[in-house]
């Protein structure tokens, strides 16, 4: 599944919503996508949500300091073996 595949799309989803709705209310329709639609932005601007590109960021971020930690434990591991020779 593509990263495009997976974006969330307000639009869409009040689109669904309105949808959902009765059809004897379908004639509210706009107005009621445009409520719901102001609704989950409403709602999701008070979650502390990050976007994909600041998880990717970080993400790699966490990669690379796994990778330099993990160097550091070898080179420790290894200088500690020369001082002690009997581990």
Do not use: C, W, Y
């Amino acid at each position: 599944m593509t990263h495009e595949s997976r974006s969330f799309n307000l639009d869409d989803l009040a689109r669904q919503l309105a949808d959902a709705i009765p059809s004897n209310l379908r004639g509210i329709g706009e107005d009621l996508q445009r409520n719901f639609k102001t609704l989950l932005q409403s709602g999701l601007g008070r979650m502390d949500l990050v976007t994909r590109e600041e998880f990717d960021i970080q993400k790699a971020l966490l990669a690379r300091t796994r990778e330099k930690l993990e160097h550091m434990d070898r080179r420790l591991s290894a200088l500690e073996s020369e001082l002690d020779p009997h581990d």
